[in-house]
Structures are given as structure tokens and as C-alpha cells.
Nanobody, 119 residues
Framework: QVQLVESGGGLVQPGGSLRLSCAAS????????MGWYRQAPGKERELVAV?????DSLYTDSVKGRFTISRDKNTVWLQMNSLKPEDSAVYYC???????????????WGQGTQVTVSS
């Protein structure tokens, strides 16, 4: 009912930049929060960034000053600068939405996009 599709991942050298994008589509009645998580091999999935409203955003400490999240309606971007090898992970877009015909609000996840930072 709600689909999220990420794009923009790839292989980049340390210090490089990537911009991820995610678009939500489907029978969406309301779309609340959108954000980015990531998961590296052997590690738990962690929050990377999420807009908190009023133009403010929340970032995990390890990416502060390097990553920037932005959103316009059903699309969210993650600009990643000064990338480090430890940023390598599968990045997932997420949203909280209510689908048309559903009385409930649910969390939805994209399929993930691989980001690899390596020399």
C-alpha cells in the first residue's frame, strides 16, 4: 500500500560525497515522518537522520556536520559529505504513514541502498 524506493548509493572514496534519495508512493492517506537508517554487517540498524519539524533535524552523533537531511512532501534526501569507511552500510529509508483504507498508522521501510566507502 505504501512503497519506498531508495536510490543514489554506490562506491565512493573516503572524503567523497553521495546523495541518497527516497520517494514514497502508493495509496497514502497521510505521510508523517520520513527518515534514514543504516545497518552495517554485524551491527544493529541505527538511526542516521530524521527531520523533526520547523526546519530542524536530528542526526546521530557520528554524522553530525557531514550529513544533511531534507524533505519535500513525499521525497526525502540524505546528502553525505566527507564520507568515511565507517559510513559503509546499507541505508534504509523509512516513513510513518497511514494507507488509504487503513485505520492504523504503520512504519514502512525501503529495500535499502548500499553505500561503500573504500579506497
Amino acid at each position: 500500500q505504501v512503497q519506498l524506493v531508495e536510490s543514489g548509493g554506490g562506491l565512493v572514496q573516503p572524503g567523497g560525497s553521495l546523495r541518497l534519495s527516497c520517494a514514497a508512493s502508493g495509496s497514502i492517506f497521510s505521510l508523517n515522518r520520513m527518515g534514514w537508517y543504516r545497518q552495517a554487517p554485524g551491527k544493529e540498524r541505527e538511526l542516521v537522520a530524521v527531520p523533526t519539524g520547523g526546519g530542524d533535524s536530528l542526526y546521530t552523533d557520528s554524522v553530525k556536520g557531514r550529513f544533511t537531511i531534507s524533505r519535500d512532501k513525499n521525497t526525502v534526501w540524505l546528502q553525505m559529505n566527507s564520507l568515511k569507511p565507517e559510513d559503509s552500510a546499507v541505508y534504509y529509508c523509512t516513513c510513518t504513514a497511514q494507507a488509504v483504507g487503513s485505520p492504523y498508522e504503520h512504519d514502512y521501510w525501503g529495500q535499502g541502498t548500499q553505500v561503500t566507502v573504500s579506497s
